[in-house]
């Protein structure tokens, strides 16, 4: 079965600090790879997507993201964070073609960010 | 352009009651889901649809049930409340599968 794994449940940083965020996934077949943000109270919005183009992918915000199939992995970069990026970020995988739920997409448990002013 | 809208937004159930939470969406997607999010649990899928009549579950179905009679529309079910299903819910729907999927505000459910 598909599976999640975002290493951090809370990172706390300082504003102007650099961001990264670790996602992994595991599914040996050819994936769509996301990045939801959620700021609190409010619902999860898409920050960024990969769909098998470049495997340095932009989003919104200043954030990016970085493919690297070898690693199965998909983490998340921002090179100074703001308070207003104070969220709750999830990694989601869709696996292409894996049967089941199908355009399901497993979520990760979330990471919270924290950022001081 | 509403997107994805859900009612209540809030909701205290007894032990026992019923309820079905609304979801509509105005983008014409055929795939609709439905997920609950529990402190430091993420996002756990408990039905989905790809289209108007055709529905299955997730990976946390039971004690829920979900009808689909046309594409905009994908109720959640609760017949018999549990303290255990006091968590957010999300709708969520998508254009095709394996493609973005655009949330609802959600619906914060307590069972008491």
């Known amino acids: 079965a598909q599976s999640v794994s975002q290493h951090n449940h809370h990172v706390i940083l300082s504003e102007a600090a650099s961001l990264e965020l670790g996602c992994n996934y595991s599914y040996g077949g050819t994936v769509n790879l996301f990045w939801y943000v959620q700021y609190p109270g409010q619902h999860l919005q898409l920050l960024l997507k990969?769909?098998?183009?470049?495997?340095l992918v932009k989003g919104i915000k200043g954030f990016e993201a970085e493919f690297i199939k070898s690693k199965f992995s998909f983490n998340l970069r921002k090179p100074s964070v703001q308070w207003s990026d104070t969220a709750e970020y999830f990694c989601?995988?869709?696996?292409?073609?894996?049967?089941?739920?199908?355009?399901?997409?497993?979520f990760g448990k979330g990471t919270k960010l924290s950022v001081k002013p | 352009n509403a997107g994805v809208t859900q009612t209540p937004k809030f909701r205290i159930l007894k032990i026992g009651q019923s309820m079905t939470l609304q979801c509509t969406q105005d983008m014409n997607h055929n795939y609709m889901y439905w997920y609950r999010q529990d402190p430091g649990m993420g996002l756990k899928l408990i039905y989905y649809s790809v289209g108007a009549g055709i529905t299955d579950k997730g990976e946390v179905p039971n004690g829920y049930n979900v009808s689909r009679s046309t594409t905009e529309d994908f109720p959640l079910r609760l017949e018999l409340a549990a303290p255990s299903q006091t968590s957010v819910y999300f709708c969520?729907?998508?254009?095709?599968?394996?493609?973005?999927?655009?949330f609802g505000q959600g619906t914060r459910l307590t069972v008491v």
């Open positions: 989601a995988v869709n696996a292409r073609g894996y049967g089941g739920s199908q355009g399901n997409l497993i």
């Open positions: 990969y769909f098998s183009e470049d495997p």
């Open positions: 969520a729907s998508s254009a095709v599968s394996n493609t973005e999927a655009f």
